[in-house]
């Protein structure tokens, strides 16, 4: 097809000249058929894409996994994803990142709260990385994580929902009965700066330019926050677990010396990790005080834990 047939309506027939080009349209205006790029094509003065920087007006549909809000450009259907939204809640979020199929935004203001809203019990929560679902009722936690697995066993699995054995595949998710204070394990980081939540920016008295030891600030690498927490254990029994990248126990002494004033401490550790990944487990193992394991207590057996070993209860 040479270029004069290409200006010439009835050529087309309605195709496209180049196939199915993922992400373009064909449309006709005044000097013929031309292609332009979807990201720039209006749906009633709206672009189907929403611009990085640009706000825009959303209501969250649903959980995604790691606990991202689902949401769709109301005109069009674009999907967009947002941290920290819950379903129900509508809200101003800011673009921030566009993907191939969709764009991430960050939450500028909430409009109206979300639905099963309850108050968190940890007063972090909304710094935190940790616990982002905390302010959603427990049974629509359960919920949104069932949709999430049936999903997976439908588009994964190739299992059908008419199916006779869908159900015997698909059970209900059991609820936990301790649904907090449960876990056998914490990972803190060293920071060269202490990660604080905007309120306490603009307290002066707050400093934030020291070394600190605490959870991974959210996004940040140098920075941990150093809230205070509660460790609870059913057996008075605790081990810590520092991973450097070298042996040197003289540097460690002065943390170990503090430490071992605390009873519960009955096992202090170094783990020696010379790679860049971010493991607990090393290479080399040293204790630095008591012994090298704790005894912990599930369903009346005991079990000796070492540093290293594999045992996850809140799995």
Same mark, same amino acid.
């Given at each position: 097809?040479?270029?004069?047939?290409?200006?010439?309506?009835?050529?087309?027939?309605?195709?496209?000249?180049?196939?199915?080009?993922?992400?373009?349209?064909?449309?006709?205006?005044?000097?013929? $058929?031309?292609?332009?790029?979807?990201?720039?094509?209006? +749906? %009633?003065?709206? /672009?189907?894409? !929403? *611009?990085?920087?640009?706000?825009?007006?959303?209501?969250?549909?649903?959980?995604?996994?790691?606990?991202?809000?689902?949401?769709?450009?109301?005109?069009?259907?674009?999907?967009?994803?947002?941290?920290?939204?819950?379903?129900?809640?509508?809200?101003?979020?800011?673009?921030?990142?566009?993907?191939?199929?969709?764009?991430?935004?960050?939450?500028?203001?909430?409009?109206?709260?979300?639905?099963?809203?309850?108050?968190?019990?940890?007063?972090?929560?909304?710094?935190?990385?940790?616990?982002?679902?905390?302010?959603?009722?427990?049974?629509?936690?359960?919920?949104?994580?069932?949709?999430?697995?049936?999903?997976?066993?439908?588009?994964?699995?190739?299992?059908?929902?008419?199916?006779?054995?869908?159900?015997?595949?698909?059970?209900?998710?059991?609820?936990?009965?301790?649904? $907090?204070?449960?876990?056998?394990?914490?990972?803190?980081? +060293? %920071?060269?700066? /202490?990660?604080? !939540? *905007?309120?306490?920016?603009?307290?002066?008295?707050?400093?934030?330019?020291?070394?600190?030891?605490?959870?991974?600030?959210?996004?940040?690498?140098?920075?941990?926050?150093?809230?205070?927490?509660?460790?609870?254990?059913?057996?008075?029994?605790?081990?810590?677990?520092?991973?450097?990248?070298?042996?040197?126990?003289?540097?460690?002494?002065?943390?170990?010396?503090?430490?071992?004033?605390?009873?519960?401490?009955?096992?202090?550790?170094?783990?020696?990790?010379?790679?860049?990944?971010?493991?607990?487990?090393?290479?080399?193992?040293?204790?630095?005080?008591?012994?090298?394991?704790?005894?912990?207590?599930?369903?009346?057996?005991?079990?000796?834990?070492?540093?290293?070993?594999?045992?996850?209860?809140?799995?």
């Amino acid at each position: 097809m040479d270029a004069r047939a290409l200006k010439r309506k009835d050529a087309f027939k309605g195709e496209r000249p180049w196939g199915d080009t993922v992400g373009h349209v064909w449309y006709e205006g005044l000097e013929g $058929f031309m292609m332009k790029d979807m990201q720039n094509q209006l +749906f %009633g003065g709206r /672009r189907l894409f !929403p *611009k990085r920087g640009e706000e825009v007006e959303l209501v969250c549909e649903s959980l995604a996994f790691k606990g991202k809000g689902l949401c769709k450009v109301e005109e069009t259907g674009y999907v967009v994803m947002c941290d920290r939204a819950l379903p129900g809640e509508r809200f101003v979020g800011r673009v921030t990142r566009k993907k191939n199929n969709y764009s991430e935004v960050t939450k500028v203001k909430t409009l109206s709260p979300h639905n099963d809203m309850v108050e968190a019990p940890c007063e972090y929560a909304s710094h935190c990385g940790g616990c982002r679902t905390q302010n959603l009722l427990y049974d629509a936690q359960v919920r949104a994580k069932e949709e999430q697995v049936r999903d997976l066993v439908v588009h994964v699995g190739k299992f059908s929902f008419k199916d006779p054995e869908f159900e015997n595949v698909m059970k209900p998710i059991v609820p936990c009965v301790m649904q $907090f204070h449960y876990r056998n394990k914490m990972e803190f980081s +060293f %920071g060269t700066k /202490r990660w604080l !939540p *905007k309120e306490q920016l603009l307290d002066k008295s707050q400093d934030a330019n020291f070394s600190s030891l605490g959870l991974h600030a959210p996004g940040f690498f140098d920075k941990s926050d150093t809230f205070d927490r509660d460790v609870e254990t059913l057996l008075p029994q605790l081990m810590v677990n520092f991973v450097t990248s070298s042996y040197k126990p003289e540097l460690l002494k002065p943390l170990v010396d503090k430490l071992t004033v605390f009873p519960e401490v009955v096992s202090i550790v170094n783990n020696i990790n010379t790679s860049v990944g971010n493991t607990s487990v090393g290479e080399q193992e040293y204790t630095l005080y008591g012994k090298a394991t704790i005894t912990e207590i599930l369903r009346g057996l005991a079990f000796e834990i070492s540093a290293n070993s594999f045992f996850q209860t809140n799995a």
